[in-house]
């Protein structure tokens, strides 16, 4: 089913596939690993493997996905870990690298590592479960993480995760943000490459 779904994303026409891996504790949710990774690696090579551990020790795993095929893997603010250190490896190992935050946690909380990624990742829902409503009071996030990249002459991009859909991708686009997460609404869209051209992911 997964290998389907990376076809769907190919044969649309987008480059990138957005991989929530979850460990049953971080979230209580449990998805894949990195074994299914380097299967739909194996299925589509060209797509980007977009990874977003969520995940309380993601330096456990990190090297594995990385040697899955990961093009980039993200790890979250929340958990007490050296982040610095762990961003720094996965860029050693070859993806580039990802900060996360939850709704509930301020961009003042990443600040100290945003010059060692390569993107941000704002939940706009409670990471866990897919189908949940678009949190509009995560967007000033989104602006202040443009304004920040400005400010310190970085380039890392700013992605959003949760409830982006036609309607609330163009807010986001507004407030900064520049790589969507699109799960239930893509995946429900009968006319795949409409809904992508509608949120301008083509
Ligand atoms: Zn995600």
Redo the contacts with the bound molecule.
């Keep these: 089913m997964l290998a389907l779904s990376a076809k769907e994303i190919a044969d649309t026409g987008l480059s990138w596939a957005?991989l929530?891996i979850m460990d049953a504790h971080f979230v209580d949710n449990l998805t894949f690993g990195p074994q299914m990774l380097a299967a739909l690696k194996a299925h589509e090579p060209d797509l980007f493997y977009d990874t977003?551990l969520m995940l309380d020790e993601p330096w456990k795993y990190t090297e594995s996905f990385a040697k899955a095929g990961a093009g980039l893997i993200s790890i979250h603010i929340e958990p007490a870990y050296d982040h610095r250190a762990e961003l720094n490896r996965i860029r050693a190992m070859g993806p580039k690298c990802g900060i996360v935050l939850n709704p509930a946690t301020p961009v003042e909380a990443v600040i100290p590592v945003l010059d060692a990624v390569d993107l941000v990742?704002v939940m706009s829902v409670q990471?866990g479960r897919g189908g949940q409503p678009f949190r509009e009071e995560t967007l000033p996030k989104m602006r202040r993480l443009k304004d920040l990249r400005e400010e310190m002459g970085l380039s890392y991009r700013i992605e959003v995760?949760g409830g982006v859909d036609a309607r609330t991708a163009p807010l986001c686009i507004a407030h900064g943000t520049d790589t969507l997460?699109a799960g239930t609404a893509f995946f429900k869209a009968e006319d795949k490459k409409l809904f992508a051209r509608n949120i301008g992911a083509l």
Aim: hydrophobic share 30%.
């Design positions: 957005h929530d977003h990742l990471p995760d997460v």
